[in-house]
């Protein structure tokens, strides 16, 4: 292509430079993604089989609540709870029933939480994980509602509780009934726990606003995956509450273990097995 | 009133703030400051005084009157080292068994770098967390602004009680319609649809009792006084399993109308 391009073309007749060059392998653009942090391409199949990590730059890309499971509980262990709670219009607030309907209609369907029981190394659990793409993850009364019944039931079974955050905060359309599922899934995180039982929270791209206002930094162990975005306020409220640009790596899962608020950065490649090491660790005190 | 003149005069200026209410209401109020930790937050008053005969903890999250007040005190957001100050007298109530009274006013937790560095959000998931637990009577008042996470970190308690001009939500309506409708000025619609006036959130279950504003300040504060004393003496005589367990099913029920699955 770029050869050529500085030739004048001398006539009209000379035409149009013919290049003999057969055209290199296309590739169909759904088969490959780019990295968002490294520009490169990817193929898709390559890319899952790296667990969604980025095989040149390491960077983490957001998968789905049920990607989520697949990846780290044994096969065949886990099994759904509570699969038929979904979001409402409580408040019959405009439009919220069409953006749930249109929610519900992309891939990851009508997932908002994945809760249930499994297997990890063995170690029998309770596990979360939410699920990014469903209306960016927000919580309302339906995640509240899971969490908090999986917690309970956690506490009944004496099983620790592993749980993937990813969310934009609380769901604006369901109002006040969206804040106070902070206070309930905090209160059942506390019952949890005070029956000496582990709670270990994985922090995901992105793990912002309520969420991280309760649950997510509520956690016996809190581990973060390498580059996810992580605060209370998102960095575009604070930019716009400062009136400056945000320091770069502001927020990031790296920034937070720098100032003291998780445990570990756990890379998605050894996550299970860092997980099923840490469950081992307490196996103990389940009885 | 419209949800949006409620709101106009949740923030007025000159509406009483938490050290009006803390003046008039508890005798012998000794301030107390610090977290311990990093630093004293003006945004947030906390302390020790008389309601009647019964010594009590209380906390205020303050806005302040005049500018070089209101700069003072952050406009009433407070950073991490706010919550943790009121954790630190809350724990401190609970070892000596005195009730907590609570006053909320703030627009919201602060948004910056510091606060951000120091853990806004964990500061708040942990009080979150330890008031579900204290076992002392805490009741929280909401009289100007509830604004989202960095009032309910402070209002987890025995009962949340809100004064008829008050407004509680999730986000600001102004944040809501620019989020939602890309148009700030929709602000009014956004106020009505997220049901933020005491009387929207008394009917769907989110607070106690609606306090009555219309005789002025002195008649509130004095209906305050009885209401706040009456329910202590109630909730001391619980034991604390039960005071407890009552705080976290007031809780567990908002938002839980869902078919038992499993």
Redesign the interface.
């Known amino acids: 292509m770029i050869r050529g391009i500085f030739r004048h073309p001398k006539n009209e007749l000379e035409g149009e430079i013919k290049w003999n060059r057969t055209p290199g392998p296309s590739v169909p653009e759904e088969m490959c993604v780019t990295c968002p942090s490294c520009r490169k391409m990817l193929f898709r199949d390559a890319l899952a089989e790296n667990s969604d990590v980025c095989p040149r730059c390491g960077w983490h890309f957001q998968i789905s609540a049920r990607r989520r499971v697949a990846l780290i509980a044994d096969e065949g262990t886990f099994q759904e709870?509570?699969?038929?709670?979904a979001s409402r219009n409580?408040?019959g607030?405009?439009?919220y029933d069409e953006k749930l309907r249109r929610a519900r209609r992309t891939e990851s369907g009508s997932d908002e939480v994945v809760c249930g029981t499994c297997r990890i190394g063995g170690c029998p659990c309770c596990l979360f994980a939410m699920e990014p793409a469903f209306m960016m993850g927000s919580m309302?009364?339906?995640v509240?509602?899971k969490i908090?019944r999986l917690f309970e039931f956690a506490e009944k079974s004496r099983l620790p509780v592993v749980g993937f955050t990813a969310s934009g905060g609380?769901r604006?359309q369901?109002?006040?009934?969206?804040?106070?599922?902070?206070?309930?899934t905090?209160?059942?995180?506390?019952?949890h726990?005070?029956a000496g039982l582990l709670y270990v929270a994985v922090l995901t791209n992105p793990t912002t606003?309520?969420v991280?206002?309760?649950?997510?930094?509520?956690a016996d162990i809190i581990l973060a995956e390498p580059g996810a975005l992580i605060?209370?306020?998102g960095p575009r409220?604070?930019e716009q509450?400062?009136r400056q640009k945000?320091p770069q790596g502001?927020?990031s899962a790296e920034f937070l273990l720098e100032?003291g608020?998780v445990d570990r950065i756990s890379n998605r490649k050894t996550q299970k097995a860092l997980l099923s090491r840490l469950l081992e660790f307490h196996a103990g005190c389940t009885k | 009133m419209t949800a949006y003149e409620r709101l106009q005069a949740a923030r007025a200026n000159g509406r009483a703030t938490a050290q009006n209410y803390i003046g008039r209401l508890f005798q012998n109020f000794t301030e107390l400051h610090g977290d311990r930790r990093y630093g004293d937050d003006r945004a947030v008053i906390t302390g020790i005084g008389l309601l009647g005969r019964l010594p009590v903890t209380v906390v205020g999250i303050e806005k302040g009157h005049g500018t070089k007040e209101k700069i003072a005190r952050n406009f009433g957001s407070a950073h991490p080292e706010g919550y943790r100050k009121a954790l630190r007298q809350m724990k401190l109530a609970e070892k000596f068994g005195r009730p907590v009274i609570c006053f909320v006013d703030t627009s919201g937790a602060y948004c910056g770098i510091g606060a951000e560095e120091r853990g806004q959000g964990q500061a708040i998931a942990e009080n979150l967390m330890e008031m579900m637990g204290l076992r002392v009577p805490v009741v929280s008042i909401l009289i100007g602004e509830g604004g989202s996470g960095g009032a309910l970190a402070l209002s987890v308690a025995d009962e949340v009680w809100m004064l008829e001009n008050a407004v509680y939500s999730v986000i600001s309506p102004e944040g809501c319609a620019s989020i939602l409708w890309k148009d700030p000025k929709r602000v009014g619609e956004a106020a009505e649809d997220l049901k933020i006036t005491a009387q929207d959130l008394f009917s769907l279950g989110v607070v106690e009792r609606v306090i009555p504003e219309g005789l002025g300040f002195s008649k509130t504060c004095a209906f305050l006084k009885i209401q706040l004393i009456r329910t202590l003496n109630r909730n001391r005589k619980l034991p604390a399993e039960e005071l407890v367990s009552r705080r976290y099913q007031r809780f567990r029920r908002i938002g839980s109308d869902f078919p038992s699955c499993n």
């Open positions: 709870r509570d699969a038929d709670i409580l408040l607030f405009p439009g309302g009364t339906a509240g509602e908090t609380a604006m369901e109002g006040i009934l969206a804040l106070m599922q902070m206070a309930k905090s209160g059942a995180v506390r019952r726990s005070d606003g309520g991280t206002a309760s649950f997510a930094m509520e605060g209370f306020a409220v604070i509450t400062m945000l502001f927020q100032k608020f």
